[in-house]
T-cell receptor, first 112, second 117 residues
């Protein structure tokens, strides 16, 4: 069965700290990977996506993620977080079908 | 930036009543989706819709649920006889058409919070 796991439920960091949020997936065949962010009171917004090619993908707002096939991982990173990065972060995957399978989300709180 | 819009933002309904959740996808998008998130749980796929018919649906999307594109702009989710366990946030999404549709990211609305009493 297809699944996406996010092991960090709540991460608290101080401003300027580095961030890494874990995401592991279990999918047969081709997989497309996404990170979405949901700021308080707003809709899910796409941060970045991986389909093929360079396993290191760069997204908006200084975020990047690395696809490591051998580890079935697609971790999200940012070298220096800001207070405005406080949000919930969702990893998601799709295969040959269009439907997204989401992880449970990670709430990031950045302290000023 | 074009957005997916959903109405209402919050719907309160008595158990057993019918409810219709409305979505206006991005205008040039052709794939439409509904997801839901029960409080404290994952976002779950319900159904996808293309070319006026359902493309995929999950086990959750049983006979109680239906979707429709009644005109050129709206995309609706109907729950025929609501149950307490239908209480959740319902998200609509849309994506553009491409040769590999699964590559195209989905754009989400703000969601409708459905509360069943």
């Amino acid at each position: 069965a297809q699944s996406v796991s996010q092991h960090n439920h709540h991460v608290i960091l101080s401003e300027a700290a580095s961030l890494e949020l874990g995401c592991n997936y279990s999918y047969g065949g081709t997989v497309n990977l996404f990170w979405y962010v949901q700021y308080p009171g707003q809709h899910l917004q796409l941060l970045l996506k991986y389909f093929s090619g360079d396993p290191l993908v760069k997204g908006i707002k200084g975020f990047e993620a690395e696809f490591i096939k051998s580890k079935f991982s697609f971790n999200l990173r940012k070298p220096s977080v800001q207070w405005s990065d406080t949000a919930e972060y969702f990893c998601a995957a799709s295969g040959s079908a269009r439907q997204l399978t989401f992880g449970s989300g990670t709430q990031l709180t950045v302290l000023p | 930036e074009p957005e997916v819009t959903q109405t209402p933002s919050h719907q309160v309904t008595q158990m057993g009543q019918e409810v219709i959740l409305r979505c206006v996808p991005i205008s040039n998008h052709l794939y439409f989706y509904w997801y839901r998130q029960i409080l404290g749980q994952k976002v779950e796929f319900l159904v996808s819709f293309y070319n006026n018919e359902i493309s995929e649906k999950s086990e959750i999307f049983d006979d109680q649920f239906s979707v429709e594109r009644p005109d050129g702009s709206n995309f609706t989710l109907k729950i025929r006889s609501t149950k307490l366990e239908d209480s959740a946030m319902y998200f609509c999404a849309s994506s553009d058409i491409q040769s590999r549709p699964s590559n195209q990211p989905q754009h989400f609305g703000d969601g409708t919070r459905l509360s069943i009493l």
